[in-house]
DNA sequence: GCCCGTGTTCAAAAAGGATTGAACTTTCCG
DNA sequence: CGGAAAGTTCAATCCTTTTTGAACACGGGC
């Protein structure tokens, strides 16, 4: 699989090993690109984002073999890869009788990308330490003079307040993207 | 400054070299354990976390040399984090007449808090990608088949329809967080 | 001028995540 | 029963970010 005739080797630009599914082309890429743009702000890994993007602009749902070779990512990446956003809500099984592949469909609710993501990585932030607020409250007593005492008091007190607010305001924006 | 007496060195417990400075309390541990849980969550490094953990629990304003012995943090990283918090508008400059040395105070409302991230992470990336949009808008006209142009062309307008939701959505946000 | 306190810079080291690739499991089909 | 196709797993590797520490700048005060 080393010597494609030179009209191969020029019209199938890139320098890989051939393979069954086309190249991307500029729009796709340019998808993908925005995608991963966007995994980046979150703090996903790039291939997340590479893998939605992908996703996002395929007619049809992809699937492990495909995503490997158009995104030149390893099949551990991509396996894994896929299962992150699967488990996450990102993509959705499809089901595609007589085929043992595994498809995947983007899901483009944002409400429900929304939804899942802070489920995923607020919520156990927020039970955590409203679980730790209690007992911080107790420590706060035994601070050393009343001013300090006081004080963090206050601060702490503070802290559960916003809480509170973010818990409150996360049903709320849940209505808003609707 | 390694020959401690045998009391001092079983009442200062901590097995580094003395310093000025008191080492963390249970109170103050378990207050910058929650900021660095979440400067987690935001993607922030965990220095970042500790530091403005540690002026929001502090009732004075701190500076260099406080943080770096009562975090065992080094200066450099220090000295960067404190700027970067700074940049960030986390946390605040405050003079203290007749002291050379730069002391900070949190900011400790959230509206500007918030205000700031979003300027400082999503701003950017939305700019980028409202920008990447129109290109993308032609290099779907240029599709293989006209099924595919027509999908490629709703995709890429949902992906507008998203970021105008999206920036329609934070004045809102700055409004609701008072 | 010189020294000391304060803070910054930046190359190098360390740490932490992400990615790879090869071995392995499972399932299906002949 | 093979054997091939599909997917998973995980230790090793790679890469990016963070942290360190030492050298450097700056600014008074003596």
């Known amino acids: 699989m080393d010597s494609p005739t030179p009209t191969e080797a020029l019209l199938s630009a890139p320098p890989f090993e051939a ?3 086309a190249p991307l082309d500029e729009c796709e890429r340019g998808v993908i690109e ?3 743009s966007a995994a980046d702000v979150l703090g996903f890994p790039r291939s997340l984002g590479e893998l939605y993007g992908l ?6 749902p992809i699937h492990l073999a495909e995503v490997c070779e158009r995104l030149q990512m390893s099949k551990g990446s991509a396996s894994q890869g896929l299962r992150t ?4 809500g990102a993509l959705k099984p499809v089901y595609i009788a007589g085929d043992r592949r ?3 469909q983007p899901e483009i609710k944002i409400r429900v990308l929304v939804g ?3 489920a995923e990585r607020l919520r156990p932030h927020l039970d955590r330490s409203s679980g730790a607020l209690g007992a911080l409250q107790n420590e706060a007593d ?7 005492k006081k004080f963090r008091q206050e601060r702490i007190e503070m802290l559960g307040a916003w809480q509170k607010r973010i818990s409150t305001f996360l049903p709320l924006l849940q209505r808003i993207l609707r």
Chains 1, 2 share one sequence.
């Open 19 to 21: 393979g069954d599914f």
């Open 34 to 36: 925005m995608f991963v």
């Open 55 to 60: 996703a996002y602009i395929s007619p049809q």
């Open 85 to 88: 956003l699967r488990d996450l």
């Open 102 to 104: 595994d498809f995947f």
């Open 116 to 118: 899942r993501l802070l």
């Open 142 to 148: 035994s601070a050393v003079s009343p001013q300090v």
